[in-house]
């Protein structure tokens, strides 16, 4: 890395890409399945990690003034942030990878230019947020949002592995087009008996 920058950015777009291993050969049924002792799908943590880097890079995007505050009743902002976090019957594993996407680039593009020192404002009515910070750098938002990927990724390689076997390693292979000559990985199985 020449500098931080082009570090934080890179440290970025690693993590964001996690999550396009983790969905490899999956069906819009496994997504939205949650097999292990969890609530959360894979599908269900694509939309939150979509929902989770708008929602700082709008901050980002707007410091170091506070984005508008939303004036939705409290009940449809409970809702949205419950849906979030599950893959509705209605959506595809496809359209939900297109919209993280999407954000991926837009969070790609404002580490690429947005004043590292600037302030951003830290929200005020979300209990798991300091109460005794005002604002975060731009900086230390990145670093959040790249943590928050992180943490998450780990969440999905557990459920996938808990679905089907398959592990970080075989899937970054299988969606880079790598093949392994002679060793057919679990996952591999269950769908050639399938």
Known sequence: MADE???????????QSSY?????????????SSPSASALSIGGLVKHVTRMQRSWMTRV????????????PPDTVAREFA???????D??????????????????????????????PVPRDVPY?????DAWSVRWVILHVINELARHAGHA???RETLDGATMYEL???LEGWAIDGWVTPWQKARQKG
């Open 5 to 15: 920058r082009s570090a934080l950015r890179e440290y970025l777009a690693f993590h």
């Open 20 to 32: 396009f291993a983790v969905c490899y050969g999956l069906t819009d049924e496994q997504a939205r």
């Open 61 to 72: 995007a707007t410091a170091p003034v506070a984005p508008s505050e939303d004036t939705r």
């Open 83 to 89: 849906d979030q976090h599950a893959m509705r019957p």
């Open 91 to 120: 959506e595809t594993l496809a359209a939900l990878l297109g919209a993280f996407a999407e954000q991926n680039a837009r969070s790609l593009r404002l580490v690429e230019t947005a004043d590292l020192d600037a302030p951003v």
């Open 129 to 133: 947020f300091p109460q005794d910070h």
């Open 157 to 159: 390689d557990i459920i």
């Open 172 to 174: 970054i292979a299988g």
